[in-house]
């Protein structure tokens, strides 16, 4: 696992009604995170984290949750990614290392593939592992 | 000949309550000011959580925790129950957020179940700890006195 070096917690409401399956749930925007690098993302349920920082409860089971992250450029880099493969509560403790690449959280989503777990008002959280683009130029060719 | 630099430890508790006899509160709890940790660089990060368990539980050191009396103040080691209500958020020297709402239960250097390995997460970033602290995300639950264990692995 590369070393943390910055990270953000983000989260996506799912609302006051559970959204239907197929449903995509769009980040919102978070100014830290304009112009970063992604290094990894790392998803949480209630076993790690009870309350989100917007003061919403956190899914208990993300199992029926998947992600997509775009890129600057309007890539899909990650598609349809399960979270549970993201939640190193599953995963021994460890997380994915990725090679990094330009984050547009903006356009990137959750997608409902099951409700199952699922209540109205919860969030899911994603905490996300960052450089700046500085801290990238600086070690993309190591 | 490569010459290792060691990684020094150092235990910090932060008291999560402002009166003894407080129920925990919403809001920030900053570090205690540690002036050998200010511009270290801080490669490894964990949460020792509190309550009864085995010494296999730990990874480094190997001690147990009382349950009352750290730094002469009565109280208790917040265990993974009520940790999971808090996050930590790091700024650096500049007091740019480097660490923000990292929940305290994903530093925990033991994770669920037999046979899972004891690993601490690598972290790379200076901080002046002061300026640092604990946010209660759910401040419903009735604990008191509660004190919150960290282990930080840093280079001079």
């Known amino acids: 696992m590369k070393p943390i070096v910055k990270s953000y917690l983000v989260e996506v409401n799912l609302g006051s009604t559970v959204p239907g399956v197929g449903s995509n749930l769009l980040f919102q925007d978070y100014p830290q995170l304009r112009d970063v690098y992604l290094m990894s993302a790392v998803v949480y349920d209630t076993n790690t984290l009870t309350t989100s920082p917007a003061g919403k409860t956190v899914i208990t089971a993300t199992g029926g949750i998947t992600l997509t992250l775009m890129d600057r450029f309007n890539q899909e880099i990650i598609r349809s990614y399960p979270s549970v493969d993201l939640n190193p509560y599953y995963n021994a403790g460890f997380y994915r290392d990725l090679r990094p690449f330009p984050l547009q959280l903006t356009k990137s989503f959750i997608t409902i593939q099951s409700i199952v777990g699922l209540s109205a008002n919860e969030s899911f959280v994603m905490n996300v592992f960052y450089i700046t683009e500085k801290e990238y130029k600086a070690i993309k060719n190591v | ?156």
């Open chain 2, 1 to 156: 000949m490569y010459k290792q630099n060691p990684v020094k430890i150092r235990r910090v508790v932060l008291q999560a309550f402002n009166e003894p006899e407080e129920t925990v509160i919403n809001g920030r709890f900053y570090f205690p000011d540690i002036p050998e940790l200010n511009n270290t660089t801080i490669v490894g990060l964990e949460f020792v959580k509190g309550g009864f368990t085995f010494l296999s539980d730990y990874y480094l050191p190997r001690t147990n925790l009382t349950e009352t009396n750290i730094n002469g103040n009565p109280g208790v080691n917040a265990d993974l129950t009520d940790a999971k209500n808090f996050t930590v958020t790091f700024l650096n020297e500049n007091n740019n957020y480097i660490l923000e709402n990292f929940p305290v239960v994903a530093l925990w250097n033991r994770k669920d179940g037999a046979n899972k390995p004891k690993l601490i997460l690598p972290f790379n970033f200076k901080t002046i700890l002061r300026s640092c602290f604990v946010t209660v995300q759910n401040y419903t639950v009735p604990v008191r006195n509660m004190f919150l264990n960290f282990n930080f692995y840093y280079l001079d």
